[in-house]
């Protein structure tokens, strides 16, 4: 069995920073891609950022520039560093990991104040 546990979620206001990490744990040989979604209250759940085992890295143009997706594939960890927040930042965050299926973290909420 696969787990995958984010952590670094919270309250800040706008402008302000977090960084977000997602530790998978459990039967794992190798992780392909990795990422995160997130969905606000109403919203449906959207793509976020992601990364391959290579490192390539793709985000969706409303944090362009503000979010950076990282890995420690020693570590089966998957990062997300969130700059300059945004009020419409706010959602709960949601990371996952390409095995043999895709495997789901919990979520961890971010707020973002104005």
């Known amino acids: 069995q696969v787990q995958l546990v984010e952590s670094g979620g919270g309250l800040v206001q706008a402008g302000g920073s977090l960084r977000l990490s997602c530790a998978a744990s459990?039967?794992?040989?190798?992780?392909?891609?990795m990422g995160w979604y997130r969905q606000a209250p109403g919203k449906q759940r959207e793509p976020v950022a992601s990364?391959?085992?290579?490192?390539?890295?793709d985000y969706a143009d409303s944090v362009k520039g503000r979010f950076t997706i990282s890995r420690d594939n020693a570590k089966n960890t998957v990062y997300l560093q969130m700059n300059s927040l945004k009020p419409e930042d706010t959602a709960v965050y949601y990371c996952?990991?390409?095995?043999?299926?895709?495997?789901w973290g919990r979520g961890t909420q971010v707020t973002v104040s104005s």
């Open positions: 990364i391959t085992s290579s490192g390539s890295t």
């Open positions: 459990g039967s794992i040989f190798s992780i392909n891609g």
């Open positions: 996952y990991g390409i095995l043999t299926y895709t495997y």
